[in-house]
């Protein structure tokens, strides 16, 4: 997350028609943050309040289209890079309410972030099994390919070579594309099992005292 004070510094640096060109033409790709620090900078230099209005309404459409896209199952350009950000927070230990203001804090639309913190782990067992897949079918595919070709050079058929380059190729590409892909998804899973886990334990604690506390009572 980029540190407030440097954002407000940067555009106390700036003039008034800088800021009023930022507000105008980015607005739209400015963090909640970044865009909540314009806002305070126009206040305090009193520059027409419609065009910081103007620019939160576009900010405000971009984000129901992007969620609307999402909705209908052509937004992936949208949602990959809130994926892949989720996930490196996700890998780097922070907890789904870290992740889930991060995420507003890049202008994610509240819906939208809560669909992507809350489908983590049913995202990651997915990608863990599909990487999974193609280790396995592309594993299968390289070795049978490789086992013909060289059984075909040991003992030439009707004295023709078999290279089954396709098959080779093919699997080797699948193999190591699963592969790359699997330790990262498997700790990302993990990493959300393990959260899950401790929330449904503090969840059961909580339900745990009321019970003892209404027993007392």
């Given at each position: 997350?980029?540190?407030?004070?440097?954002?407000?510094?940067?555009y106390?640096?700036?003039?008034?028609?800088?800021?009023?060109?930022?507000?105008?033409?980015?607005?739209a790709?400015?963090?909640?943050?970044?865009f909540?620090i314009?806002?305070?900078?126009?206040?305090?230099?009193?520059?027409?309040?419609?065009?910081i209005?103007?620019?939160?309404?576009?900010?405000?459409?971009?984000?129901?289209?992007?969620?609307?896209?999402?909705?209908?199952?052509?937004?992936?350009?949208?949602?990959?890079?809130?994926?892949n950000?989720?996930f490196?927070?996700?890998?780097d230990?922070k907890?789904?309410q870290?992740?889930?203001?991060?995420?507003?804090d890049?202008?994610?639309?509240?819906?939208?972030a809560?669909?992507?913190?809350?489908?983590?782990?049913?995202?990651?067992?997915?990608?863990?099994?599909?990487?999974?897949?193609?280790?396995?079918?592309?594993?299968?595919?390289?070795?049978?390919?490789l086992?013909?070709?060289?059984?075909?050079l040991?003992s030439?058929?009707?004295?023709?070579?078999?290279v089954?380059?396709?098959?080779?190729?093919?699997g080797?590409?699948?193999?190591?594309?699963?592969?790359?892909?699997?330790?990262?998804?498997?700790k990302?899973?993990?990493?959300?099992?393990?959260q899950?886990?401790?929330?449904e334990?503090?969840?059961?604690?909580?339900?745990?005292?009321?019970?003892k506390?209404?027993?007392?009572?």
């Open positions: 997350m980029v540190d407030a004070l440097f954002i407000k510094q940067s106390a640096k700036l003039a008034d028609g800088q800021l009023m060109e930022l507000a105008k033409k980015e607005s790709g400015l963090t909640a943050q970044a909540n314009l806002k305070e900078e126009f206040e305090i230099r009193n520059i027409d309040p419609a065009i209005e103007e620019a939160e309404q576009k900010r405000l459409l971009k984000q129901e289209s992007d969620a609307v896209k999402v909705r209908e199952g052509a937004g992936e350009e949208i949602l990959k890079p809130l994926w950000y989720a490196f927070d996700m890998i230990g907890t789904y870290e992740i889930f203001e991060g995420l507003i890049k202008g994610v639309e509240e819906q939208l809560l669909q992507i913190t809350e489908g983590l782990e049913l995202k990651a067992d997915k990608l863990v099994k599909q990487s999974s897949r193609k280790i396995r079918i592309g594993g299968l595919f390289f070795f049978v390919g086992a013909v070709t060289f059984i075909t040991a030439p058929f009707n004295g023709r070579y078999i089954m380059y396709g098959f080779i190729l093919f080797g590409i699948a193999f190591f594309r699963g592969l790359s892909n699997y330790g990262t998804q498997k990302v899973l993990k990493n959300c099992i393990k899950r886990e401790l929330l334990k503090k969840e059961h604690g909580v339900t745990d005292n009321r019970e506390m209404l027993h007392e009572y």
